[in-house]
């Protein structure tokens, strides 16, 4: 936006704006020049006080001229010498003692500023510079009870000077009392409804203490004011993001893009905003926009390379992390991130090799040892895996996904109750998690802790009513125990209402009815579970050739085990149904 009004800060944290600061008149932000013009400085400006000369005579005048003269030149330390020289000369002069006051402030020498100030005082209570000057050299001594009180004082003094409600606001921020802020805005704005940074700040405040509706009000209030008011557009921008009206903050940040293309903190932050709608692709334009303005900031890269992970285009992450490296070959955080855009891919050697290299001294070394522990159970070394998670495990010891990682390579190993130690773990830890519910049910079905099992999968329906495969499990493992059978059918039927076409599913409800004794009813939905299987399943064929026994259908039922024992040829339980079949066939001199 060519010749608009300009912060040079960035918007950080939550809504996106930087905490105030304290101190001089400025207050909260740099204004416009004319703006600032409406605002008078507490300490005092180096000029000489209306009437010194008839007021101290020639040889206090002079003193005070070189005073002036070396303030001038920034030798402050002179300038006090020869302004309390002046006041030898001149000793109840209120605008010299001001000035010397002011003099110490700048030199920051706020205990000898106070008792010039209050030097002043004495001479003239109603010194409404004093007054500001005292103000300001309590609060730079973080006296804010006296700061206040002198600031309070100035108001009494000249109510229609709208810097002194500034300061005092900001004093209010620095202390965290944002009520009093907010009434001592409002009282600027009744002074001069046309202060910017009065309205600024109060919208700032109303955005940081969580009240983005309030603040959204304020910005448009400014931004009708001033449309060009850029700080205001990016606060108005945060204020909508506070509220989740996403579009609207995007539209604001596109319009000030608009006015001012290069503005790189307007442009990160609508990439942010992207982000945050998982509009990766545009978020992509954006940061490769800013990369172009600095193609050396290896920050940007870095979230390029994130933005390459999440659309799962590894390749590309793998050469954006591996650029970034380059220039910085200590930054552990994208050597993280490199070895798990390794892991996808399953280069699972490489992926080990990079986080190796992250040391235990950096904070991503535990999250290296998660991944570690979970590429080497990938690689079916359980007990290395195991090792470096329980490592993990005591410098994090509530992250829930270790005890669970550990849970699925008990479970793997076929050590049950293990198993169970480490998912009651994570569930105790993230008890809404229905992925460790779902684990934890099977280990204990596994364990045969049938009570339990089904007590856990029904806290997983109340906590995920629409979870397909826990309505499944439950149903399938009643009928396979014999038991609830009306239960398990209806179960299960609630699973094919979520996923109708799921063969897993169907065989669940075929083994149900088979286990009713509704063996016609079983062998057409069984059959439907072949056809809608996306690969050969044992257990189907297993289910199946039951039924076709059951119906006294003994060829066929010899087919489907076979067909069982084809993809999984060391089950027992199959090869003797098919022994005691064919001795069934030879005995009938089939």
Same mark, same amino acid.
């Given at each position: &936006?060519?010749?608009?009004?300009?912060?040079?800060?960035?918007?950080?944290?939550?809504?996106?704006?930087?905490?105030?600061?304290?101190?001089?008149?400025?207050?909260?932000?740099?204004?416009?020049?004319?703006?600032?013009? @409406?605002?008078?400085?507490?300490?005092?400006?180096?000029?000489?006080?209306?009437?010194?000369?008839?007021?101290?005579?020639?040889?206090?005048? %002079?003193? =005070?001229?070189?005073?002036?003269?070396?303030?001038?030149?920034?030798?402050?330390?002179?300038?006090?010498?020869?302004?309390?020289?002046a006041l030898q000369f001149d000793p109840r002069s209120v605008a010299m003692q001001t000035h010397l006051a002011s003099l110490y402030v700048k030199r920051g020498d706020f205990r000898n500023a106070i008792n010039a100030g209050e030097n002043a005082l004495t001479l003239d209570p109603k010194s409404l510079q004093a007054h500001l000057i005292l103000a300001s050299a309590y609060q730079s001594l973080h006296n804010l009870p006296a700061a206040e009180r002198y600031f309070r004082r100035a108001?009494?003094?000249?109510?229609?000077?709208?810097?002194?409600?500034?300061q005092l606001a900001s004093l209010y921020v620095g202390a965290k009392r944002m009520p009093e802020a907010i009434a001592m805005y409002r009282k600027a704005l009744d002074v001069d409804p046309g202060s910017l940074v009065a309205r600024y700040n109060l919208g700032r405040i109303y955005l940081e203490e969580g009240q983005p509706e309030q603040a959204s009000q304020v910005f448009k209030e400014i931004l009708e004011r001033d449309s060009d008011f850029e700080p205001a557009l990016m606060a108005?921008?945060?204020?909508?993001?506070?509220?989740?009206?996403?579009?609207?903050?995007?539209?604001?940040?596109? +319009?000030?893009?608009?006015?001012?293309?290069?503005?790189?903190?307007?442009?990160?932050?609508?990439?942010?905003?992207? &982000?945050?709608?998982? $509009?990766?692709?545009?978020? =992509?334009?954006? *940061?490769?926009?800013?990369?172009?303005?600095?193609?050396?900031?290896?920050?940007?890269?870095?979230?390029?390379?994130?933005?390459? *992970?999440?659309?799962?285009?590894?390749?590309?992450?793998?050469?954006? /992390? +591996?650029?970034?490296?380059?220039?910085?070959?200590?930054?552990?955080?994208?050597? %993280? *991130?490199?070895?798990?855009?390794?892991?996808?891919? !399953?280069?699972?050697?490489?992926?080990?090799?990079?986080?190796?290299?992250?040391?235990?001294?950096?904070?991503?070394?535990?999250?290296?040892?998660?991944?570690?522990?979970?590429?080497?159970?990938?690689?079916?070394?359980?007990?290395?895996?195991?090792?470096?998670?329980?490592?993990?495990?005591?410098?994090?010891?509530?992250?829930?996904?270790?005890?669970?990682?550990?849970?699925?390579? %008990?479970?793997?190993? !076929?050590?049950?109750?293990?198993?169970?130690?480490?998912?009651? @773990?994570?569930?105790?830890?993230?008890?809404?998690?229905?992925? =460790?519910?779902?684990?934890?049910?099977?280990? /204990?079905?596994?364990?045969?802790?049938?009570?339990?099992?089904?007590?856990?999968?029904?806290?997983?329906?109340?906590?995920?009513?629409?979870?397909?495969?826990?309505?499944?499990?439950?149903?399938? &493992? /009643?009928?396979?125990?014999?038991?609830?059978? $009306?239960?398990?059918?209806?179960?299960?039927? !609630?699973?094919?209402?979520?996923?109708? $076409?799921?063969?897993?599913?169907?065989?669940?409800?075929?083994?149900? %009815?088979?286990?009713?004794? &509704?063996?016609?009813?079983?062998?057409?939905?069984?059959?439907?579970?072949?056809?809608?299987?996306?690969?050969? $399943?044992?257990?189907?064929?297993?289910?199946?050739?039951?039924? *076709?026994?059951?119906?006294?259908?003994?060829?066929?039922?010899?087919?489907?085990?076979?067909?069982?024992?084809?993809?999984?040829?060391?089950?027992?339980?199959?090869?003797?149904?098919?022994?005691?079949? @064919?001795?069934?066939?030879?005995?009938?001199?089939?």
């Amino acid at each position: &936006m060519t010749g608009s009004r300009r912060l040079r800060q960035g918007l950080g944290g939550l809504v996106g704006l930087a905490l105030f600061g304290q101190g001089c008149v400025a207050a909260h932000t740099a204004l416009p020049q004319s703006e600032a013009n @409406r605002s008078l400085p507490i300490v005092a400006v180096a000029q000489a006080p209306e009437g010194a000369e008839e007021e101290a005579g020639a040889e206090a005048y %002079y003193r =005070f001229m070189r005073s002036l003269l070396a303030e001038q030149n920034g030798d402050h330390q002179a300038a006090i010498k020869w302004q309390k020289d002046a006041l030898q000369f001149d000793p109840r002069s209120v605008a010299m003692q001001t000035h010397l006051a002011s003099l110490y402030v700048k030199r920051g020498d706020f205990r000898n500023a106070i008792n010039a100030g209050e030097n002043a005082l004495t001479l003239d209570p109603k010194s409404l510079q004093a007054h500001l000057i005292l103000a300001s050299a309590y609060q730079s001594l973080h006296n804010l009870p006296a700061a206040e009180r002198y600031f309070r004082r100035a108001i009494e003094l000249n109510p229609a000077r709208i810097d002194t409600y500034l300061q005092l606001a900001s004093l209010y921020v620095g202390a965290k009392r944002m009520p009093e802020a907010i009434a001592m805005y409002r009282k600027a704005l009744d002074v001069d409804p046309g202060s910017l940074v009065a309205r600024y700040n109060l919208g700032r405040i109303y955005l940081e203490e969580g009240q983005p509706e309030q603040a959204s009000q304020v910005f448009k209030e400014i931004l009708e004011r001033d449309s060009d008011f850029e700080p205001a557009l990016m606060a108005l921008g945060a204020s909508f993001e506070a509220q989740g009206q996403l579009s609207e903050a995007k539209e604001v940040y596109q +319009r000030a893009l608009e006015g001012d293309p290069r503005n790189r903190d307007l442009r990160e932050r609508l990439a942010h905003l992207y &982000m945050r709608q998982k $509009d990766l692709d545009a978020a =992509f334009r954006e *940061y490769q926009r800013l990369l172009e303005q600095e193609p050396n900031n290896s920050s940007l890269k870095l979230r390029i390379g994130l933005i390459y *992970y999440d659309k799962k285009a590894y390749s590309e992450a793998v050469g954006a /992390f +591996r650029d970034v490296l380059k220039q910085e070959p200590g930054n552990h955080e994208v050597r %993280y *991130y490199l070895g798990l855009t390794l892991e996808e891919q !399953k280069r699972f050697d490489e992926a080990l090799e990079e986080l190796l290299r992250i040391p235990k001294e950096s904070a991503r070394y535990p999250d290296a040892l998660f991944h570690r522990g979970y590429i080497l159970s990938q690689k079916e070394r359980y007990d290395e895996a195991s090792d470096l998670l329980f490592s993990a495990q005591a410098l994090r010891p509530k992250e829930a996904n270790i005890p669970y990682l550990l849970g699925l390579i %008990y479970f793997q190993q !076929k050590s049950f109750s293990q198993a169970i130690v480490q998912l009651e @773990r994570a569930a105790a830890l993230e008890p809404s998690n229905a992925a =460790f519910l779902y684990q934890l049910g099977s280990a /204990f079905e596994r364990n045969h802790q049938i009570d339990k099992a089904e007590t856990t999968f029904r806290k997983l329906l109340a906590i995920d009513p629409k979870n397909a495969d826990g309505y499944n499990y439950l149903g399938y &493992m /009643f009928a396979d125990e014999g038991i609830k059978l $009306d239960e398990s059918i209806a179960l299960v039927q !609630k699973a094919l209402e979520l996923e109708p $076409d799921n063969g897993a599913f169907l065989d669940s409800l075929g083994w149900a %009815y088979y286990k009713k004794g &509704m063996v016609d009813e079983a062998l057409v939905e069984l059959k439907r579970a072949v056809e809608l299987s996306k690969k050969e $399943d044992p257990t189907i064929f297993d289910h199946l050739g039951d039924v *076709y026994f059951q119906k006294s259908m003994v060829r066929e039922a010899i087919k489907e085990w076979e067909r069982s024992l084809a993809l999984d040829a060391a089950n027992e339980g199959v090869q003797q149904k098919v022994r005691k079949a @064919r001795d069934l066939l030879s005995r009938e001199g089939g």
